[in-house]
């Protein structure tokens, strides 16, 4: 059996190697325990495990030294390195690996802040309220009632919020010009109104005298009919220029034209509740100058000498039936002298200087103007001595 020693010892060498290897990786277990896998990453990682060198001794028989064992010391065995790589997959996912415990909370499970109340918030003094309907926002309401979102959300201690919920009641001021969410009443045209009521003839039936004059009354007659009922309210019967006003049950009106020429006349009816306005037909009417009458007042000094100033004072009249104020130039002659002076109507006298000795008629003569006639005063008498 010693023949075969040297192949155990040898054998056993190899087995105390692989032990020995196998008590490392025992070792770095019982180091730190059983530990979490590691997340793998996209880079090799090796184990190297060095077995430490032992020295070892072989036994053999000597049969030189009478039989007996002898210890041969062996060459010390090379430390054994075993390499391991592990190769991870660069698709490999983390794994579920707990999160450490910190003092911060978690993001999504934090709270939303609440809204601070603004300090010193309330309605001001003359506010009402207004109950919220549905679809009302602040903005909305704001413009209804003239205000704007910060004011509601102050009188109201809403903080910064713009919540609010329909039936509830919110204070608004006091001066809102239509109600939020309601259609505002349709106010009808004046038309609309118009179109119900009946309509109306109006007719001038004379206009007399024609023709007339300067400043005379022309009396117009007319009338106003219409379906279902007697029109009321007023006529007013114009030339264009002049007008006279009347109502419906009178009929008439006292039309006094100022100036000449061929006119036309209507006569406009200006409706009431029930009846609708209507105007007549152009009435055509003539209008003629009116006659004048010029008058010589005073003639003074008289007598008077050749040498002084003779003041003759005239006027000019409007003749009926027409009035009015006639203007141009009235001129004073005598019929006994070349001697003349003249002045407006407006101004009524004018000095006169006489040259010729004896007796003198005097006159004014009125030239006319566009509404009146001319016209020639009387003699007025006078005397001139030398």
């Known amino acids: 059996m010693k023949q ?14 692989a032990l020995l290897v196998l008590g490392g990786f025992a070792a770095a277990f019982s180091e730190g325990g059983m530990q979490a896998p590691a997340q793998a990453t996209s880079t090799n990682s090796s184990v190297e495990v060095t077995a430490s060198p032992t020295k070892t001794e072989s036994q053999s028989v000597d049969p030189d030294k009478g039989g007996k064992e002898t210890s041969t010391p062996t060459k010390a065995i090379s430390p054994t390195v075993i390499k391991t790589t592990i190769a991870a997959s660069p698709t490999t ?4 690996t707990p999160k450490p415990a910190t003092s911060e909370p978690d993001p999504t499970n934090t709270k939303a802040p609440t809204n601070t109340p603004v300090p010193n918030c309330g309605p001001p003094a003359g506010w009402t309220t207004y109950v919220i309907k549905s679809g009302d926002t602040l903005f909305s309401i704001g413009v209804a009632f003239g205000t704007n979102v910060p004011q509601l959300q102050l009188a109201n201690c809403l903080g910064n919020s713009t919540q609010i919920i ?31 009521k009946t309509s109306t003839t109006t007719t001038i039936t004379s206009a007399l005298p024609d023709p007339s004059v300067v400043g005379q009354s022309v009396t117009v007659v007319f009338t106003v009919t219409g379906s279902g009922g007697t029109p009321t309210g007023n006529v007013t019967v114009s030339d264009g220029t002049n007008n006279c006003v009347a109502t419906v049950a009178v009929g008439t009106c006292d039309l006094v034209i100022s100036s000449q020429g061929a006119k036309t006349i209507h006569a406009s009816y200006a409706g009431d509740s029930n009846f609708k306005s209507s105007t007549s037909a152009n009435e055509a ?10 008058t010589i007042t005073s003639a003074l000094p008289d007598p008077s000498i050749t040498t002084n100033a003779v003041t003759v004072i005239f006027a000019v009249s409007v003749d009926a039936p027409g009035s009015g104020t006639a203007t141009g130039t009235v001129t004073i002659s ?21 040259t010729t000795v004896g007796a003198h008629n005097l006159t004014a003569d009125y030239a006319g103007d566009s509404n009146f006639n001319a016209s020639t005063s009387g003699n007025e008498g006078h005397t001139v001595d030398p």
């Open 285 to 294: 009417h003539t209008v003629n100058k009116a006659d004048t009458t010029t």
């Open 4 to 17: 075969f020693r040297p192949f155990l010892i040898s054998g056993g060498m190899a087995l105390l190697s």
């Open 166 to 196: 329909a039936g509830q009641s919110l204070f608004v001021p006091n001066v809102a010009t239509i109600t939020p969410n309601e259609t505002p009443t349709k106010t009808p045209k004046p038309t609309d109104t118009a179109t119900s």
């Open 334 to 354: 005598s019929d006994n002298d070349v001697a003349t002076c003249s002045a407006s109507v407006a101004v009524g006298t004018c000095d006169i200087t006489l």
């Open 93 to 96: 996912k983390p794994s579920n």
